[in-house]
């Protein structure tokens, strides 16, 4: 598992290779392709019965605008805001005269990832914030992350999206609770460049912040150069916890914030 979790650019190189349909050899030499690799879908489904939209966002509409037995095809008119549902968002969405999402390189969506799994400290507390020591205590086990890897949290929130009781939590005076990044955390990532100018956080919930903090101060550390955030994703069970890509998909928008995502968990082979 340490040598799977020490994979760098290189084998992030080597995988881009793939995925553009070449076949390079893997970190052992060893030629492999797609037919060998697994993919996994991290997004909800975009259903306007179950998207839950951040307080003050627009809410999400689907509406049927032509059917097949009156028009001879069939389309849909999307409504929403460029965060919502599973969604990343680029760094110009929290910090000015950062890159925008049409001003990033490929490289920033297509990264290394490692998945720490807190759902057994997060239970039912929406105030659990991940700590350098819950990181330290996953490496010991995992080894070191590697640079501008995307860290992705899984709290087990992903688990109340059809329950919006449970997934906004909010208590008696309207105050939102879902558990995050500490940040102490996030600036120890970033410092030790394991978030460095590349790479970035997931997590199953609304952002990296807790619910509680209003002033975003996680997401401001995180969005910063090339870093993104990956946001209300799904499917974390299928993702290992090292040795991972992830590939963010959607549309670019001009000037974009982020936008809703279909984001992939690719899974090379093991050695």
């Given at each position: 598992?340490?040598?799977?979790?020490?994979?760098?650019?290189?084998?992030?190189?080597?995988?881009?290779?793939?995925?553009?349909?070449?076949?390079?050899?893997n970190?052992?030499?060893?030629?492999?392709?797609?037919?060998?690799?697994?993919?996994?879908?991290?997004?909800?489904?975009?259903?306007?019965?179950?998207?839950?939209?951040?307080?003050?966002?627009?809410?999400?509409?689907?509406?049927?605008?032509?059917?097949?037995?009156?028009d001879?095809?069939?389309l849909?008119?999307?409504?929403?805001?460029?965060?919502?549902?599973?969604?990343?968002?680029?760094?110009?969405?929290?910090?000015?005269?950062?890159?925008?999402?049409?001003?990033?390189?490929?490289?920033?969506?297509?990264?290394?990832?490692?998945?720490?799994?807190?759902?057994?400290?997060?239970?039912?507390?929406?105030?659990?914030?991940?700590?350098?020591?819950?990181?330290?205590?996953?490496?010991?086990?995992?080894?070191?992350?590697?640079?501008?890897?995307?860290?992705?949290?899984?709290?087990?929130?992903?688990?109340?999206w059809?329950?919006?009781?449970?997934?906004?939590?909010?208590?008696?005076?309207?105050?939102?609770?879902?558990?995050?990044?500490s940040?102490?955390?996030?600036?120890?990532?970033?410092?030790?460049?394991?978030?460095?100018?590349?790479?970035?956080?997931?997590?199953?919930?609304?952002?990296?912040?807790?619910?509680?903090?209003?002033?975003?101060?996680?997401?401001?550390?995180?969005?910063?150069?090339?870093?993104?955030?990956?946001?209300?994703?799904?499917?974390?069970?299928?993702?290992?916890?090292?040795?991972?890509?992830?590939?963010?998909?959607?549309?670019?928008?001009?000037?974009?914030?982020?936008?809703?995502?279909?984001?992939?968990?690719?899974?090379?082979?093991?050695?």
């Open positions: 598992m340490r040598r799977r979790a020490m994979m760098g650019a290189a084998a992030v190189a080597g995988l881009a290779g793939v995925v553009a349909g070449g076949t390079p050899a970190a052992a030499g060893k030629p492999f392709g797609l037919d060998r690799l697994q993919l996994v879908s991290l997004s909800h489904v975009n259903d306007p019965a179950t998207t839950n939209v951040f307080p003050g966002d627009p809410a999400f509409h689907l509406d049927t605008i032509a059917t097949i037995e009156n001879g095809y069939f849909q008119y999307v409504r929403e805001g460029e965060h919502t549902n599973t969604h990343w968002g680029a760094p110009g969405h929290f910090n000015a005269g950062q890159p925008l999402a049409d001003q990033l390189d490929l490289e920033d969506l297509f990264l290394p990832a490692v998945k720490i799994d807190a759902r057994h400290k997060v239970g039912d507390n929406g105030d659990y914030a991940l700590t350098i020591a819950d990181i330290k205590q996953w490496e010991h086990k995992h080894g070191r992350i590697p640079d501008e890897s995307m860290v992705i949290l899984w709290t087990g929130w992903e688990y109340r059809t329950n919006p009781t449970a997934w906004y939590n909010y208590d008696a005076a309207g105050v939102m609770h879902q558990p995050g990044f940040l102490d955390a996030a600036n120890w990532l970033i410092d030790t460049g394991r978030i460095g100018h590349r790479g970035g956080t997931g997590i199953d919930t609304f952002g990296p912040d807790l619910g509680t903090d209003e002033n975003y101060r996680v997401s401001l550390a995180v969005y910063q150069q090339h870093r993104i955030s990956l946001e209300i994703l799904a499917n974390l069970a299928a993702l290992p916890e090292t040795g991972a890509y992830i590939l963010c998909g959607g549309h670019i928008n001009k000037n974009g914030a982020g936008s809703t995502a279909l984001i992939y968990g690719i899974i090379p082979p093991a050695s």
